[in-house]
Antibody, heavy 119, light 111 residues
Framework: QVQLQESGPGLVKPSETLSLTCSVS??????????WSWVRQPPGKGLEWIGY???????NYNPSLKSRVSISVDTSKNQFSLTLSSVTAADTAVYYC???????????WGQGTLVTVSS | QSALTQPASVSGTPGQSITISCTGT?????????VSWYQQHPGKAPKLMIY???ERSSGISYRFSGSKSGSTASLTISGLQPEDEATYYC???????????FGEGTKLTVL
């Protein structure tokens, strides 16, 4: 049973860069069957897909965030990471990493980590 | 990219059946069989319930079923139980540039 676990700072200052890592256990990020995605949820609101990375390093991002987001994979550590630059209060959210069955559905999720953007 | 349209809330009593609708367009729900449904309890991560329109995820009760007609997908929960009280989200692949689109969520209350 694959497990995902997010880690990173819970507080980021406005205009700075948010950085999170998702550690994968019980499975390998090196798989042709999955993308590795980030999804966020502002407090009290719905879900927003941020983007994905494939084990080869291929990425795709939500156009609304594309200019600020980068997702990378480290196959040696079985991890993938998210960076979001120039953050504002609107980026305050619970950030989830998820295993993405090639754009069909998310079959495994991390527990989520709340990132607050505040000075 | 517009979100999929779900009712904000539905309610039912234990033992009843309820249906949650999720309306999209021919670019998403109407064009592909890649609709999935997630259950989210407060403070918890979403949990996959249904994928590919009507396939139950591993370990999910037979009380949960999914279907699609045209550009509207539906999640039906039969024999409502108190633990079904949660928010339910639909999502679909889309040919639009966002690649996937989420519904706004439906809060299910079991009275």
């Amino acid at each position: 049973q694959v497990q995902l676990q997010e880690s990173g700072p819970g507080l980021v200052k406005p205009s700075e860069t948010l950085s999170l890592t998702c550690s994968v256990s019980g499975g390998s990020v090196i798989s042709g069957s999955y993308y590795w995605s980030w999804v966020r949820q502002p407090p009290g609101k719905g879900l927003e897909w941020i983007g994905y990375v494939f084990y080869s390093g291929t990425t795709n991002y939500n156009p609304s965030l594309k200019s600020r987001v980068s997702i990378s994979v480290d196959t040696s550590k079985n991890q993938f990471s998210l960076t979001l630059s120039s953050v504002t209060a609107a980026d305050t959210a619970v950030y989830y990493c998820a295993r993405d069955v090639i754009l069909r559905y998310f079959d495994s999720w991390g527990q989520g980590t709340l990132v607050t953007v505040s000075s | 990219q517009s979100a999929l349209t779900q009712p904000a809330s539905v309610s039912g009593t234990p033992g009843q059946s309820i249906t949650i609708s999720c309306t999209g367009t021919s670019s998403d729900i109407g064009g592909y069989n890649f609709v999935s449904w997630y259950q989210q309890h407060p403070g918890k991560a979403p949990k996959l319930m249904i994928y590919d329109v009507s396939e139950r995820s591993s370990g999910i009760s037979y009380r949960f079923s999914g279907s699609k007609s045209g550009s509207t997908a539906s999640l039906t929960i039969s024999g409502l139980q108190p633990e079904d009280e949660a928010t339910y989200y639909c999502t679909s692949y889309t040919s639009g540039n966002t690649l996937r689109v989420f519904g706004e969520g439906t809060k299910l209350t079991v009275l």
